[in-house]
């Protein structure tokens, strides 16, 4: 790409964050997703800390408003009213002065922190930002320590698919068959309105998302009870390694600004996650695999969540393993990274996380990649994703095989992807 080209696409980028930039958060798109989403939002911020410093914080510092008491960062807030989303506030009913969802969603805030810290042009204006953010995004590790992991195994677990923000991975399918459907109310998806239904979760899926919301919400959403009283708690590798990536992170930005007993905890995380996550790796499909711990079973199935892990930071020997399965990876399909194995019989190129790609887990993959030394296929990665973009523009995930654009269009975790990638000579 010529460097024109690439300044004509860091355009666009930022023209699609302007257009979904609601002056205190951004929406993930117009339409689809009409209020604030946890991860999009920190992701969304990496972005437009290339061309709006204090823009970027203010993103992650209106989500962390409305941190719940005990800690926890909720997946949705309900800025506004609008009925285009569901499950919209009134099925949540938490009880918040401004609505948000009951369940969380992956911990990246603590990495997209260091990121705006170390970059930042304006450092008295980041040390300011940084001070309050750090206590409250250790407040969400204490959380997910005390309240998903609490039996102390090392690594926390998610209680609903839409925690993982892998909704409908293959991963997720024998858990789902315990959740049951009987005594979920009447509900009219509208997801399917603004997106093409062959490339969203099934009805089947949907009514178990709904039954454990109303399983939840019936207790009250007491976090210290969800965990052993839900049918569905599934250890994901992805999750906990953003969850030991952010902690990490998290502990560099507090030692900067003096809060050295945060930076002692968050590294003794840290070490703990890297050290647990070792149980599930799989030498067969040399991949970490999601543990099902209702169950205590691996799941034998070979998704993108088992090769986030390189985001995490691993010893030599293990992220030379993954990094040549991440290679067999790309080189099976055009335009990978692809969310399920190409070759399983449950991968399907245009239905969400069960084959297609997307940006974000691009850029955490190739990030993790070239940290560890494996430069030439975190390269790959990031002209797959620029191809992408000059394709198919700014859409939510793409067709592995085909490059096709799916799901919702104008995008915004995509397009402050790309701003990262045509920047990213410029990160800490
Ligand atoms: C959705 O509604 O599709 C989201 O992924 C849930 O947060």
Redesign the pocket.
């Known amino acids: 790409m010529t460097s024109d080209e690439n300044e004509t696409i860091f355009e666009e980028a930022v023209e699609v964050l302007r257009a979904n930039d609601r002056g205190i958060y951004t929406v993930p798109t117009e339409g689809l997703?009409p209020f604030q989403?946890n991860w999009d939002s920190c992701l969304t911020a990496l972005g437009q800390s290339h061309y709006d410093e204090r823009r970027a914080w203010t993103e992650i510092e209106t989500l962390f408003a409305h941190q719940w008491p005990d800690g926890m960062v909720p997946?949705?807030v309900f800025h506004v009213a609008s009925d285009g989303?569901f499950p919209g506030a009134g099925v949540w009913a938490t009880n918040r002065p401004v609505p948000t969802s009951g369940i969380t969603q992956p911990p990246v805030a603590g990495f997209a922190v260091k990121r705006l810290f170390m970059r930042a042009r304006n450092k008295a204006l980041a040390a300011q930002h940084a001070k309050s953010l750090v206590l409250k995004i250790d407040a969400w590790h204490h959380w997910f320590h005390a309240n998903r992991d609490p039996h102390g195994e090392g690594l926390v677990a998610i209680l609903h698919p839409?925690e993982s923000?892998r909704?409908n991975s293959v991963d997720w399918d024998a858990a789902l068959e315990r959740v049951p459907t009987e005594g979920v109310e009447p509900y009219t998806r509208r997801?399917t309105q603004h997106a093409d239904p062959a490339h969203r979760p099934t009805k089947a899926q949907y009514d178990r998302y709904l039954w454990l919301v109303q399983h939840f919400r019936g207790l009250g959403w007491n976090n210290a009870r969800l965990h052993d009283a839900s049918p569905f708690r599934v250890v994901d590798p992805g999750f906990n390694a953003m969850l030991i990536r952010s902690s990490a992170d998290l502990a560099d930005v507090a030692d900067a600004i003096g809060e050295h007993r945060i930076a002692a905890d968050n590294r003794a995380r840290a070490e703990e996650g890297r050290a647990a996550l070792d149980e599930l790796w799989s030498d067969r499909h040399r991949q970490y695999l999601c543990l099902d711990r209702v169950a205590g079973e691996l799941v034998d199935n070979a998704s993108i969540g088992g090769l986030l892990p390189i985001f995490a930071g691993l010893d030599t020997g293990r992220a030379a393993e993954l990094a040549a399965t991440i290679e067999r990876q790309v080189e099976a399909v055009s335009y990978g990274v692809p969310s399920e194995l190409p070759t399983d019989r449950r991968f399907e190129a245009k239905r969400y996380w069960r084959g297609p790609s997307w940006l974000i887990t691009n850029y955490m993959i190739a990030d993790g990649l070239a940290t560890a030394g494996h430069h030439a296929i975190a390269e790959r990665i990031v002209d797959v994703s620029l191809d992408l973009i000059r394709r198919s523009g700014f859409a939510e995930y793409y067709d592995p095989l085909t490059g096709e654009p799916c799901g919702g269009g104008r995008f915004s975790w995509t397009a402050a992807m790309v701003i990262e990638f045509l920047r990213r000579q410029h990160d800490a």
């Open positions: 997703y989403w997946h949705i989303y839409w923000g909704d997801d």
